[in-house]
C-alpha cells in the first residue's frame, strides 16, 4: 500500500511542476501547443511554439534534498526518446514549422518552504 501512495504523490509532483514548467514557458512569450502528448512511443511533457520553432519540452520535478538536480535525469537516452516523439508529433501534425524543432527541458525544484526553483534550458538534444 505505501507505494501507491509513494505513485500518486510523486504524479502530483510531476503534475504541479508541468503547470509551473507551462507557466513559465508561456511567460517567456510561447505558447504551448499541447500537455502530456501521448502517442504508441511514449509521451511528451509540453509542446509548445517559440516563434516559429517548434519547442519539445521535458520536465523534471523534484522536491528539496539530498537527491539529484532534476536536469541531471535528463540521460542521452531520454534525449533520444524526445528525438523520436518530436518526429511522431511532426508526422500527425503536418511537419516541422519554418523554424525547426528544439529539446527544451525545464527543472523544478520544489522546497519544503518558500516558492519552487524553475529552470529552463533551451537546446538540450
Not at 100 to 122: Q, S
Amino acid at each position: 500500500m505505501p507505494e501507491v501512495v509513494l505513485m500518486n504523490a510523486r504524479g502530483g509532483l510531476g503534475r504541479y511542476g508541468e503547470g509551473l514548467a507551462a507557466r513559465r514557458l508561456t511567460e517567456a512569450g510561447m505558447t504551448v501547443l499541447a500537455r502530456n502528448w501521448r502517442c504508441r512511443a511514449g509521451e511528451i511533457d509540453v509542446v509548445a511554439l517559440d516563434g516559429d520553432v517548434l519547442v519539445i519540452c521535458e520536465v523534471k520535478s523534484r522536491r528539496a534534498g539530498p537527491y539529484e538536480h532534476p536536469m541531471q535525469a535528463v540521460t542521452p537516452a531520454k534525449t533520444g526518446r524526445l528525438r523520436r516523439l518530436a518526429g511522431h508529433w511532426l508526422d500527425r501534425h503536418g511537419g516541422a514549422p519554418p523554424g525547426g524543432v528544439r529539446i527544451d527541458v525545464v527543472g523544478v525544484v520544489v522546497p519544503d518552504r518558500g516558492a519552487p526553483r524553475v529552470e529552463h534550458v533551451k537546446g538540450v538534444a
